[in-house]
């Protein structure tokens, strides 16, 4: 992410000091930088989320606890959890009742709206479908986990794509990360095999780095068999 321009930096609730700091600072080419104080950044950093904004800014970590946490405050800390959710199970039918157009999707509860928001990746980036909140309160009902996502900074990641379905909570940045991806490397009708390459890679990592959850499936729907 680039950093921000002197008249953004006037916008954003930043001591003066820093931005005096950030525009003595010379900058190195290539290096990341803290979005808010200009420090160079290493590969695995804060990200932190303006939630009326939906902008995502890299920080440091003395400007990630600085600017997040506190009433008011401009910025949530984005969390770094993965949770692989192992033995959630969502029938079709109850899957079709939420009307997203792809087998891929991602859900969170946006604080500004007042609502959940359901979006799905696409060749033009994220967008936005429209979500029954009975369907919603339905599957939430059923599974604790979803009860416990942060507000605005963590997602239900769902991916029904191929025979094999997998669901996560995952901070919000993995899901543009996913979204980046795909509209980066999609190509005609179908995306081409270099889009898939990548969807697969981002889930094989997913896994790698969650911490799997597993819920009561005392609740759970069992798929209806047809005779």
């Known amino acids: 992410m680039n950093e921000l321009s002197e008249e953004e930096q006037e916008r954003t609730p930043v001591p003066s000091f820093l931005r005096q700091v950030a525009r003595r ?51 949530l800390r984005i969390p770094r959890r ?23 999707a991602f859900f969170y509860y946006d604080t500004a709206g007042g609502r959940m928001i359901a979006m799905y990746p696409s060749p033009a980036g994220a967008i936005e479908s429209l979500l029954s909140l009975e369907s919603w309160a339905e599957i939430a009902a059923q599974h604790p986990s979803l009860q416990k996502m942060e507000s605005d900074v963590e997602t239900f990641l769902v991916n029904r794509v191929g025979t094999i379905h997998e669901y996560y909570i995952v901070p919000i940045d993995e899901c543009f990360h996913l979204v980046g991806l795909i ?35 005392a609740n759970q729907q069992p798929e209806p068999t047809h005779a």
């Open 183 to 217: 509209r980066m490397h999609w190509r005609g009708l179908s995306g081409g095999a270099e889009v898939w390459k990548h969807i697969h890679k981002f889930f094989a990592s997913l896994q790698a780095r969650s911490t799997e959850v597993r819920e009561s499936v």
């Open 82 to 104: 993965i949770r692989a959710l192992a033995d959630f199970q969502m029938p079709n039918l109850q899957w079709e009742s939420l009307m997203i157009p792809i087998n891929l």
């Open 25 to 75: 600072r010379p900058i190195s080419d290539g290096a990341e930088r803290c979005e808010l104080c200009s420090a160079e950044l290493t590969p695995v950093h804060q990200h932190l989320l303006a939630p009326h904004k939906h902008e995502i800014a890299c920080s440091c970590d003395g400007c990630a606890v600085l600017f997040s946490g506190q009433p008011g405050a401009h910025y």
